[in-house]
């Protein structure tokens, strides 16, 4: 069974930068869509940044022109670099890939953002 496992998140002050890391135990075939979710104390699961398998990006307003989703195909990895951090970024962050055989999601990492 293929797991995602995430590093990276903490405790940053606003106005700085924190990078998520999803690498994937093992390889995952006819991958389509791999996205970063969160979800607030209190809020539901939003999706923050996703990349199709032919390379477009899509993200939600709140977080444009700060965040960045990129990816390894050679490593069945995804990142998300989130820079100019806001205190309303607080959230614990998944990363999920959705390929022909189902759904898989990481573990989930707290980003916490003080003002």
């Known amino acids: 069974q293929v797991q995602l496992v995430q590093s990276g998140g903490g405790l940053v002050r606003a106005g700085g930068s924190l990078r998520l890391s999803c690498a994937a135990s093992?390889?995952?075939?006819?991958?389509?869509?791999m996205a970063w979710y969160r979800q607030a104390t209190g809020k539901q699961r939003e999706m923050v940044a996703a990349?199709?398998?032919?390379?477009?990006?899509t993200y939600v307003d709140s977080v444009k022109g700060r965040f960045t989703i990129s990816r390894d195909n050679a490593k069945n990895a995804l990142y998300l670099q989130m820079n100019s951090l806001k205190p309303e970024d607080t959230a614990v962050y998944y990363c999920?890939?959705?390929?022909?055989?189902?759904?898989?999601w990481g573990q989930g990492t707290q980003v916490t953002v003080s003002s």
């Open positions: 999920k890939i959705t390929s022909s055989n189902g759904g898989y």
């Open positions: 990349i199709v398998s032919g390379g477009a990006t």
């Open positions: 093992g390889y995952i075939f006819g991958i389509n869509i």
